[in-house]
């Protein structure tokens, strides 16, 4: 995939008000506990990884709430799903296939009865260049921190990977946050070991 084309497509989805989006190649994911790419979808070259930030409704104390900007982003993050594999078949005559964010689950004991999904959006984001893994075991995104959620579309196109933006999300992984004696969270940074 050109360059051009990476960004007629980049261009099309940060119009649907993605927040972020990266491109990967299959090769380049690496998930050893998840089935491989190719018994989903034999010939995939290219995964398109979208990022969204998470809604601070999951801040929420109420549990309606919360679960409501849950439900929201996930309905936002499966419309745009939809959309980009629907413009690259019609629009770039390509073959894409979508993926489920992270479920339905395989509940064989295989797959560790839904433990372990069919495919995993955090390595594709990595494989993607949108991000590093953070200490806590999430992608710590460059500017959207690890409150992050991510799908993937793919596409049987050869493509290099996103370059990683370098900078201060790295500072940001040490960061950590703990309660103030006033009861309020306060944020101190450790050194780098």
């Avoid at 491109?23 to 998930?31: D, L, N, Q, T, V």
């Avoid at 109420?62 to 980009?84: H, P, T, V």
């Avoid at 999430?138 to 409150?147: D, E, K, N, T």
């Avoid at 996103?162 to 946050?177: D, K, Y």
Wanted: charged share 25%.
């Amino acid at each position: 995939m050109n360059e051009s084309l990476k960004e007629k497509i980049r261009s099309y989805v940060l119009g649907l008000e993605v927040d972020d989006v990266g491109f990967g190649a299959a090769s380049e994911y690496k998930s050893p506990l998840s089935p491989k790419i190719e018994t989903i979808f034999p010939g995939t070259k290219t995964l398109i990884v979208m990022a969204f930030k998470e809604l601070s409704n999951c801040e929420s104390d109420n549990k309606s709430i919360a679960m409501g900007g849950r439900i929201d982003i996930m309905e936002f993050m499966r419309s745009c799903s939809y959309k980009l594999s629907r413009y690259l078949e019609r629009e770039l005559k390509a073959k894409a296939m979508s993926t489920p964010l992270s479920y339905p689950m395989s509940m064989t004991p295989e797959m560790k009865f839904g433990l372990i999904a069919d495919f995993s959006q955090r390595h594709a984001a990595i494989a993607a260049g949108l991000g590093n893994w953070g200490r806590h075991n999430l992608v710590i995104h460059h500017s959207l921190g690890s409150r992050v959620l991510f799908t993937t579309v793919y596409v049987i196109w050869n493509c290099r990977r996103t370059p990683l933006a370098r900078g201060s999300f790295v500072l940001s992984a040490i960061s950590v946050w703990k309660i103030a004696p006033e009861g309020r969270w306060m944020k101190r940074e450790e050194p780098i070991r």
